[in-house]
């Protein structure tokens, strides 16, 4: 087993009781196993309920008894987790953290709301527009499709040659700004 720890790290393993009085009346505690360089060694320290215990690990897979081992068991097992962050535990962090999370959520429930009311009222306007020219242009129960209201009003007011698009350019150039935004901002993220 010894063979396959990094001895950069620190793990949890089950160590037995010491055979002495006023010890608690369980078999097996958990500790932590770590390497000492002073004693090229790895050694076990006393179990995470405060107890001393015996030197050494028990074998691999062996179940802790003691309850107040296993109650602190979550905790050790979070701060041994390669990556761990002392700051993970800190509630003045977390709140912080969570804090500037919902501030986020908000924000972005707001912009959401934002651009659905836009939607609505561009969606509103646009609907109005037809409905007054499917009236104007002799359409006044059905909609026969933008294509015809265009090409009908056009030619109503006499327009002959290509229809313009400048609008269709617009939207072109927004989506290409819009695509641009969100690229930057992946980048960001990654980068960070
Ligand atoms: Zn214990």
């Given at each position: 087993m010894r063979g396959d720890l990094d001895k950069e790290r620190r793990y949890l393993v089950p160590v037995s009781?010491l055979?002495?009085?006023?010890?608690?009346?369980?078999?097996?505690h958990l500790a932590v196993y770590e390497w000492l360089s002073m004693y090229q060694e790895w050694v076990t320290g006393p179990a995470?309920?405060?107890?001393s215990a015996q030197q050494g690990p028990l074998e691999a897979?062996?179940?802790?008894?003691?309850?107040?081992?296993?109650?602190?068991?979550?905790?050790?097992?979070?701060?041994l987790?390669?990556?761990?962050?002392?700051?993970?535990?800190?509630?003045?962090?977390?709140?912080?953290?969570?804090?500037?999370?919902?501030?986020?959520?908000?924000?972005?429930?707001?912009?959401?709301?934002?651009?659905?009311?836009?939607?609505?009222?561009?969606?509103?306007?646009?609907?109005?527009?037809?409905?007054?020219?499917?009236?104007?242009?002799?359409?006044?129960?059905?909609?026969?499709?933008?294509?015809?209201?265009?090409?009908?009003?056009?030619?109503?007011?006499?327009?002959?040659?290509?229809?313009?698009?400048?609008?269709?350019?617009?939207?072109?150039?927004?989506?290409?700004?819009?695509?641009?935004?969100?690229?930057?901002?992946?980048?960001?993220?990654?980068?960070?």
């Amino acid at each position: 087993m010894r063979g396959d720890l990094d001895k950069e790290r620190r793990y949890l393993v089950p160590v037995s009781r010491l055979d002495r009085a006023g010890q608690p009346d369980v078999v097996v505690h958990l500790a932590v196993y770590e390497w000492l360089s002073m004693y090229q060694e790895w050694v076990t320290g006393p179990a995470l309920c405060g107890y001393s215990a015996q030197q050494g690990p028990l074998e691999a897979g062996t179940v802790a008894t003691c309850q107040a081992c296993l109650e602190w068991k979550p905790r050790y097992e979070r701060m041994l987790a390669p990556g761990y962050r002392p700051e993970d535990d800190d509630p003045e962090v977390l709140r912080r953290r969570l804090g500037e999370a919902e501030n986020e959520r908000d924000r972005l429930r707001a912009e959401s709301e934002d651009q659905r009311k836009a939607k609505q009222t561009a969606a509103g306007a646009a609907d109005r527009f037809r409905d007054a020219l499917c009236e104007v242009l002799g359409y006044p129960d059905d909609n026969p499709g933008d294509d015809v209201l265009v090409a009908k009003l056009r030619e109503h007011f006499g327009k002959t040659g290509p229809e313009a698009t400048a609008w269709r350019d617009r939207m072109a150039g927004y989506e290409a700004v819009r695509d641009q935004i969100s690229a930057a901002a992946r980048e960001k993220g990654a980068g960070e």
